[in-house]
């Protein structure tokens, strides 16, 4: 054996201890740290020869990248929608990596059945009954391609062509796709799928709302002429946090052949709270739905769920046969099930927070998250410095600045500057053609005394540039 291979595994005890020490100091010292970093350029080095082993390696880590990487995990990150990982799931996903399991049921370990588990503690989570099945990807961007993937799936099934063999060429029907403000990753999906960007047609939003307008969708399902489409539902658009009726799209799915695919990256989370459940009623009658994990499960990168009621149409997209591969459809042969073949044991990290903080412990995250969002938003709204722009519907507030002369150069200027100043970390938008901010609390830490050292930093930035 290699000799740095050699001393590594004689000395596993030492570099076990060392890492705990250094995870232990990097936790306790996150909130000291500026959340976010200026860019640097780094030098890239070429690979060394001979190797220094780890411990070196730990200590050249920590001299070049280490005070260099944002604290997104933190409590008062704020940007884009950005979950933590709880200490649970951090212990679970340690865990995914020293079993270092492939989950794709080769009847030698109870990966798929740890995944089939969790899927099902999900479903209870997000209310949803055994007519879904699901899956682990790696991120909402994955889900919301699996469910696009096996919509055209149903949709060449209507005409008798398997589009998975024969593909899209062969349809001689366009598939039309209706949504009101998609997220961008389903633009992507479509470009992925072979459908193209275009094949989106948007729908008129409701008045002050990126909220789908349900006339005008029905007007244009009207149009199709019983021709089968997909529908993308929003629950919880990035800017203003809006959600799509779905008791109203769901009415019409009784007198339309669509496929209902409902983004729910982290809206899906108001399901957990009595108090925002509301907000995304009928969420069973979707045919498939995105949920991401690594946003207010508050788990470790990579991960997001996919949920479906056509688990043996997705099976037909994926299905992976080859000569030590068997293709049987199971509903945790998820070589069968997923984009990826091999993959690791992503529900882990998620299987240990459902089990260590259950019902309740979500329940309060989401409500105490979106509890610092109303508030916060009321002070924003009250302030001669910022401008509210959209009523705080859950956990995003967008606002802007209150200025004789508004522009992206001065909004990206804001931004640089409170990442400089180290005390929050948020992220621009624009809406409207107004060049705008967006706070967004998804972390399981946050708590009053970050949002009162939120509120103090935006403020003495504010009166910095002003
Ligand atoms: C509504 C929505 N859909 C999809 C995505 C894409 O998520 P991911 O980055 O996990 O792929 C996001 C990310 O912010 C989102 O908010």
């Not at 060449?156 to 403000?181: C, F, M, W």
């Not at 910022?386 to 804001?414: A, C, H, P, Q, R």
């Not at 053609?433 to 005394?449: A, F, V």
Request: net charge negative; with cysteine; proline share 2%.
């Amino acid at each position: 054996m290699y000799k740095y291979l050699q001393e590594d595994k004689n000395n596993i005890n030492e570099i076990i201890n060392q890492f705990y020490n250094y995870s232990k100091n990097i936790l306790s010292d996150f909130d000291k740290r500026n959340i976010g970093l200026r860019p640097k350029d780094f030098d890239i080095e070429f690979i060394n020869n001979e190797g220094i082993g780890f411990l070196n390696t730990l200590e050249k880590f920590n001299k070049k990248y280490e005070k260099h990487l944002s604290s997104s995990m933190g409590s008062r990150y704020f940007g884009f929608v950005t979950g933590g990982a709880t200490p649970a799931s951090l212990i679970g996903d340690w865990l995914s990596s020293l079993y270092d399991n492939n989950v794709t049921n080769l009847g030698e370990s109870c990966s798929g059945d740890i995944t089939l588990e969790t899927i099902h503690q999900l479903k209870n989570l997000f209310e949803l009954d055994n007519s879904f099945d699901g899956i682990f990807v790696s991120g909402a961007t994955m889900s919301n391609f699996v469910g696009l993937a096996t919509a055209r799936q149903w949709f060449g099934n209507y005409y008798d062509i398997d589009v998975a063999v024969d593909g899209i060429q062969r349809l001689n029907e366009p598939l039309n796709i209706y949504s009101a403000s998609p997220h961008s990753s389903i633009y992507k999906s479509l470009s992925m799928l072979g459908l193209g960007k275009n094949a989106l047609k948007s729908i008129k939003t409701n008045e002050n709302s990126e909220s789908i307008d349900i006339d005008d969708l029905e007007e244009n399902l009207k149009k199709q002429n019983n021709i089968p489409c997909i529908v993308v539902a929003n629950a919880g658009t990035v800017n203003t946090v809006s959600f799509d009726n779905l008791k109203e799209i769901s009415k019409l799915k009784e007198k339309y052949n669509f496929w209902l695919h409902v983004d729910a990256a982290f809206g899906g989370f108001a399901r957990c709270s009595s108090k925002y459940k509301h907000l995304i009623q009928n969420l069973e009658d979707a045919d498939s739905i995105t949920i991401d994990a690594h946003k207010w499960l508050n788990v470790p990168y990579d991960s997001a769920m996919h949920f479906t009621k056509h688990l043996k149409l997705q099976f037909e997209v994926f299905k992976n046969a080859a000569a030590y591969l068997k293709p049987n459809f199971s509903n945790n042969n998820y070589v069968h099930l997923t984009p990826e073949n091999s993959q690791r044991l992503r529900a882990l990290p998620a299987w240990f927070s459902l089990n260590a903080y259950g019902k309740k412990g979500y329940s309060e995250i989401i409500q105490r998250n979106c509890e610092l969002a109303s508030d916060i938003g009321d002070k924003i709204k009250n302030s001669d410095k910022f401008v509210l722009l959209s009523d705080v519907i859950l956990n995003g507030i967008l606002f802007t600045l209150y200025v004789k002369e508004l522009t992206s150069e001065l909004i990206n200027k804001f931004v640089n500057d409170i990442r400089d100043d180290g005390r929050i970390f948020i992220t621009p938008s624009v809406y409207n053609n107004i060049p705008c901010l967006r706070l967004s609390i998804s972390n399981w830490q946050t708590e009053q005394s970050d949002m009162d050292i939120a509120w103090d930093a935006l403020n003495d930035v504010f009166d910095k540039i002003n």
